[in-house]
């Protein structure tokens, strides 16, 4: 039996990836689709990018909190960053280099985007967390290992965010920051679980960065 997420399909927008000058690759999340997180592609604007969405199947990436212990989650969390892993070697292979893909989410996808770099760190283009954070118990040590080498990251959160701790995205920064990367962390006052046109502008500036 294969495992889960990898045979589902991968939804794509603006130009084709053997036309692209750079891509991004955009994760849902719990209860979404790829069709919905795509939409970020016209608000982001950049013509020249393809816009790369996989589905999860049963439309979560992980059964459980991101806090919750690792073991948990699992195997649907190993089969969810083994399927960003294909995506980007896909990329990879029609002549996009590693810094010219950005990798980003909303929510169960922002922490999946960011638990995939975070374990497999080199100098993408850029990460955009959009109300996430990396994977595991609150409290529990991790180490940084490995150099992003000036990687631009946005994180963005509300706080209070009712599924997102805001404990959790300031380790996050922390880490990311130990690991070599430009963070740019904002955190909005009461501005529920969602994505609002300041954190667009800021995703952008971390692509312009990035480019």
Same mark, same amino acid.
């Given at each position: 039996?294969?495992? @889960?997420?990898?045979?589902?399909?991968?939804?794509?927008?603006?130009? #084709?990836?053997?036309?692209? !000058?750079?891509? /991004? /690759?955009?994760?849902?999340?719990?209860? %979404?689709?790829?069709?919905?997180?795509? !939409?970020?592609?016209?608000?982001?604007?950049?013509?020249?990018?393809?816009?790369?969405?996989?589905?999860?199947?049963?439309?979560?990436?992980?059964?459980?909190?991101?806090?919750?212990?690792?073991?948990?989650?699992? @195997?649907?969390? !190993?089969?969810?960053?083994? #399927?960003?892993?294909?995506?980007? #070697?896909?990329?990879?292979?029609?002549?996009?280099?590693?810094?010219?893909?950005?990798?980003?989410?909303?929510?169960?996808? %922002?922490?999946?985007?960011?638990?995939?770099?975070?374990?497999?760190?080199r100098r993408y283009g850029?990460?955009?967390?959009?109300?996430?954070?990396?994977?595991?118990?609150?409290?529990?040590?991790?180490?940084?290992?490995?150099?992003?080498?000036?990687?631009?990251?946005?994180?963005?959160? !509300?706080?209070?965010?009712?599924?997102? @701790?805001?404990?959790?995205v300031k380790e996050t920064?922390? /880490?990311?920051?130990?690991?070599?990367? #430009?963070?740019?962390?904002?955190?909005?006052?009461?501005?529920?679980?969602?994505?609002?046109?300041?954190?667009?502008?800021? %995703?952008?500036?971390?692509?312009?960065?990035?480019?």
């Amino acid at each position: 039996m294969s495992l @889960p997420h990898l045979t589902q399909p991968v939804y794509s927008a603006g130009a #084709k990836l053997e036309e692209a !000058s750079g891509a /991004l /690759l955009l994760l849902h999340g719990r209860g %979404a689709t790829a069709d919905a997180i795509l !939409s970020l592609a016209t608000y982001l604007d950049f013509p020249t990018f393809a816009y790369l969405a996989p589905q999860a199947e049963g439309y979560t990436w992980y059964p459980n909190r991101f806090i919750a212990p690792v073991e948990q989650n699992e @195997p649907y969390l !190993s089969a969810g960053l083994a #399927k960003i892993e294909a995506i980007v #070697k896909e990329v990879e292979s029609h002549c996009i280099p590693v810094d010219k893909i950005f990798i980003g989410g909303f929510s169960q996808g %922002a922490c999946l985007a960011t638990e995939y770099v975070v374990r497999n760190p080199r100098r993408y283009g850029g990460l955009l967390v959009f109300s996430g954070g990396y994977i595991g118990p609150l409290d529990e040590q991790r180490h940084p290992s490995g150099n992003f080498n000036g990687m631009p990251a946005f994180l963005g959160c !509300s706080d209070p965010d009712p599924h997102i @701790p805001l404990q959790r995205v300031k380790e996050t920064s922390a /880490l990311l920051q130990a690991m070599g990367a #430009k963070v740019t962390e904002k955190i909005y006052p009461n501005m529920g679980h969602t994505i609002i046109d300041d954190e667009i502008a800021l %995703a952008r500036q971390v692509i312009f960065e990035g480019l």
